[in-house]
């Protein structure tokens, strides 16, 4: 593969800077009708997912909630760092994965402070990866650090404030230990969720912990070499046996995001409930679970569209073409998409 293949267009005034009110009234570009492989998507609204949903169905949504990662401390020489927090490492010692920027001076067991000239953290080696640091937190108890000092992490290329950080949040969010959102599941009301229950469907849970692939666009040519980083997921297993149940039944499991899709086929693929998963999905996977996915529109040049591309193939191009043309609003803060996965 070359990167031109996960690349496209994206234009500026499209990537969406607040998320839109109500939650369900986002668009919803839909594409699930695989009797005519070349038919035209439809354009509906979230508000509208009840009517793709039928009795059996199982939907999986990760629970995940988003921590406020984000910090912004200085060097004793006065230098400023931007802190984000990806994930506890060691729980005994205050050890977490951080990525630090500018990183490139940083010396082990510099210490760096908060706006309130506090001891914050204490940094450590560089992982293997290269990219992140492990550091040592100072002064307590974590959750009142970060609410203290931190900010909700939004992605860089949202450049606007955001006013209700639990916007940034879905409804149905727990266990606080996210450095972003998954953001597909951010559309959903209490009401949309009660009405996909009405109809006959289940609403089952998984954890994934999202983290730094989140931030990170692929940079070597060839978009398979890629290191992509390893994440913690749990998948409940009666979230797993109403996914085998609702095949057996010839119903259909819908992932609500890439990162429920990705604990579901990292649980099936290794065998394993719970762990830590380098699952990289690229075209040619063999699919054991999702069937149906909901999702946000993608930047270019990411693992994400590696993975819709293996789930529908080139056709995400033409698909993108046509939410660019008709003006669908991108990224975290934007429209979505309902994928059924294509075997052609």
Request: proline share 5%; hydrophobic share 40%.
């Amino acid at each position: 593969m070359h990167l031109s293949d996960i690349d496209y267009d994206l234009p500026q005034h499209l990537i969406a800077q607040h998320p839109i009110e109500p939650r369900d009234a986002a668009r919803l570009l839909v594409d699930i009708n695989l009797n005519t492989p070349h038919g035209e998507p439809v354009h509906r609204h979230v508000s509208d997912f009840v009517e793709f949903v039928r009795p059996g169905d199982v939907v999986v949504v990760n629970h995940t909630r988003v921590m406020p990662a984000r910090v912004i401390l200085h060097r004793a020489s006065g230098g400023g760092v931007e802190a984000l927090l990806l994930e506890e490492k060691d729980a005994n010692t205050a050890m977490w994965e951080t990525l630090l920027r500018p990183g490139g001076k940083l010396k082990v067991g510099e210490i760096l402070y908060s706006s309130d000239d506090t001891e914050f953290l204490q940094v450590g080696e560089r992982t293997k990866a290269g990219d992140t640091f492990l550091v040592r937190l100072l002064g307590g108890n974590v959750v009142d650090q970060l609410t203290k000092y931190g900010s909700m992490p939004l992605p860089p290329y949202i450049t606007e404030v955001l006013q209700d950080a639990e916007r940034y949040q879905t409804v149905f969010s727990h266990d606080q230990k996210s450095s972003a959102a998954p953001t597909a599941g951010l559309h959903f009301t209490p009401e949309l969720l009660q009405r996909i229950r009405d109809v006959g469907a289940a609403i089952c849970e998984v954890e994934l912990v999202v983290g730094l692939d989140t931030f990170k666009p692929i940079s070597v040519d060839n978009p398979l070499d890629h290191l992509i980083h390893t994440e913690s997921y749990r998948v409940p297993l009666s979230t797993m046996t109403a996914c085998n149940d609702a095949h057996s039944s010839g119903a259909r499991v819908i992932a609500i995001g890439t990162t429920a899709t990705r604990a579901l086929e990292s649980a099936a693929k290794f065998g394993q409930l719970e762990g830590r998963t380098n699952l990289f999905i690229t075209p040619g996977f063999e699919w054991k679970v999702v069937d149906m996915m909901m999702t946000n529109f993608h930047m270019p040049r990411t693992t994400l569209l590696l993975m819709i591309q293996s789930f529908i193939g080139t056709r995400w191009r033409e698909l993108y073409e046509e939410a660019v043309a008709r003006e669908y609003r991108m990224l975290s803060f934007g429209d979505a998409m309902l994928l059924a996965r294509r075997t052609d």
